[in-house]
């Protein structure tokens, strides 16, 4: 009797100790990232695109966006700069041309809230495999 009643009070130490061990594996809440692809590109009822995306990365600390606007047909990427605050998750960056668009924003898990000019833009966070 004694060996059964050991028995039962190992399992029973190694089931308390497994449930302990997954919730605590379970609390873990994932990394948040700053980099990622951002964008609101639809086509209209007429065929013509609207919209933009902006695929952000960073390399050896310094921030990219690489930002493609969908104005009737998809205009050529632009690669620049972006000022990034990790921390805080905000973005600027400016898009050259005869008249430069400057651009500030917000970086959430669900996408990124660009500012310009007073005209809030939202592009969801898309999953590129």
């Known amino acids: ?3 059964f009643s050991r028995v039962v009070l190992c399992c029973v130490f190694c089931l308390v100790a497994a449930s302990a061990a997954y919730a605590q594996g379970g609390s873990k809440s994932k990394p948040f ?20 995306q ?8 310094q921030f990219y966006v690489v930002v493609t606007v969908a104005e009737g047909v998809l205009l ?23 008249e430069p668009r400057k651009f ?11 500012d310009e000019g007073g005209q809030k833009i939202f592009l969801k966070r898309m999953c590129i495999d």
């Open 33 to 52: 990232h700053t980099e990622g692809v951002f964008g609101n590109i639809k086509a209209g009822e007429g065929g013509d695109y609207g919209g933009m």
């Open 76 to 98: 050529p990427p632009v690669l620049v700069k972006a000022q990034v605050n990790v921390e805080a998750r905000k973005i600027s960056f400016t898009l050259p041309g005869d």
């Open 104 to 114: 500030k924003g917000v970086v959430t898990a669900d996408g990124l809230t660009l």
């Open 1 to 3: 009797m004694k060996v």
């Open 54 to 61: 902006v695929y952000l990365t960073d390399s050896d600390g």
